[in-house]
């Protein structure tokens, strides 16, 4: 079993920046998952923002979130981090790590993630 554990949302003005941490624990080989971040907001589906390789050479972005939002990751520390800047009101939600061991092909399919994390809520103000 993995724990992923997230850190540092809070409430932010439009414009500003947040970074996010998810810590991994338990039985993990963390270099062996791909690493990925959701959020849903109230009344939508968990959609995909960001996911980084399981060495971190490779990453993807949603267009919405493109040129603003950088994955990386630690795998010394089994931390992956979502740096979040110039920050929009709908950027607005819960924000979720998850880890997957399928393709990398795979990565932009929630349904393909094992493990999640409890989420950390992220809310801009305008």
């Known amino acids: 079993q993995v724990q992923l554990v997230e850190s540092g949302g809070g409430l932010v003005q439009a414009g500003g920046s947040l970074r996010l941490s998810c810590a991994a624990s338990g039985r993990t080989f963390f270099s062996s998952y791909a690493m990925g971040w959701f959020r849903q907001a109230p009344g939508k589906e968990r959609e995909f923002v960001a996911a980084i390789s399981r060495s971190g050479t490779s990453t993807i972005y949603a267009d919405s979130v493109k040129g603003r939002f950088t994955i990386s990751r630690d795998n010394a520390k089994n931390t992956v981090y979502l740096q979040m800047n110039s920050l929009k009101p709908e950027d607005t939600a819960v924000y979720y790590c998850?880890?997957?061991?399928?393709?990398?092909?795979?990565?932009?399919?929630?349904?393909?993630?094992?493990?999640w994390g409890q989420g950390t809520q992220v809310t801009v103000s305008s």
């Open positions: 998850a880890a997957q061991t399928s393709a990398w092909t795979r990565v932009l399919v929630k349904e393909e993630y094992r493990y």
